[in-house]
């Protein structure tokens, strides 16, 4: 196979290292994989290690005509046998550049979003509906997903479920070396109960909700810690609401972290307190390490959690809730079972390379004429003029 992954750039996120993943793997087992990304944001630049080709399409502002025709010109050149995008912004792209080629290579996009917050989000699903009506598949990474956006008319002439996978080998449990050197480092007691949250502090991730669930364990007597891996635009607010309920000294930021690895190692259990997610990574992550999962009941969250098994869900923001769990994992022993439970569901069910054979057969399908999938009820596809792309494109952006 040659195909061609887009992104809307290489910042740090879930949807481009996804994306890098498949590139990498798909490389290794001898397909031809070039990256395209949109802005020049090159922040994972350097782990795209066996693609064939990267370029930047440079685009100086949301939709730029110019960038289009850069996509145009690279397809003509390249001539992949399939497209796949990342999200919507890319797909915009790839939609419009594939035309502009005359390419007849099959476009797949994987759709990493379950929610949608603000008034121009939601004007914008509007104009990208038909984008995704003439993809040739759309990819969601888990079923909670498409029965969310079905009813909304986000879906591909083939729609797919393929749930997000990591590498096993190199998420996997610490040992009690590397865990006490990490504590060690962080000024951690071996009594401490570390409660761990891995992601960029920005608002959908609601970092502040796992500040009051630990002043409130310990208000019970239980000594609990929360390390929060990463950094972002909350992060003033979360020191606020610590210093505001007197644990400020029980709270550490340990700011961005290329490898977390050891951090996950340091914590106990992991927590994702999100009002938005589609299926975490960093939740499978933890798990493949082998701590047990409390997370909020958002996108795949029950389809990879089991309460109870695995680690606990809890409504969306229902402190009470996420504590009464904390506080039932602040049982050396309960959450050592739970944490192995963790780990074998990642093995057998969520692993990468489970994941990556799911890509590589759904694009093998996408270049074969007549190959199988779900089709989209009839309806016409609508394929818009490009004068009107023009218009309906500035409102976009």
Known sequence: MKTLFMTGSLVHGGAERHTITLVNRLAERGHECHAVYVKNDPSQLERLRNATSVECLHAARYFDPSAVRRLASLIEREQPTSILAANQYAMLYASLARRLAGSRAPLAVVWHTTFVSTAKEHVQMVYYRPFFWNADCVVYVCEAQRRHWHPRLVRGRRNEIIHNGVDTGHWKPASEAVRAAARAQLGLDERDYV????????????????????????????????????????????????????????????????????????????????????????ALEGMAMGKPVVHSEVGGAAEIIRPGREGFLFPVGDTPALVEHLAVLAKPGVRAAMGANARERVELQLSERAMVDRYEKLLSQLETPGAAGEPLPARPVVTPARSAVRADLSKIA
């Open 195 to 282: 409660v761990g949250l891995s992601a960029v502090l920005r608002p959908e991730k609601n970092h502040v909700q796992l500040v009051d669930a630990v002043a409130a364990l310990r208000r019970r007597g239980i000594p609990a810690r929360a390390l929060l891996i990463g950094d972002g635009p909350t992060r003033g607010a979360v020191e606020a609401r610590a210093r505001a309920l007197g644990i400020d000294g029980h709270v550490i930021i340990t700011g961005f972290q290329r490898d977390v690895r050891p951090f996950v190692a340091a914590a106990d259990t992991m927590v994702l307190t999100s009002f938005a997610e589609a299926l975490s990574l960093a």
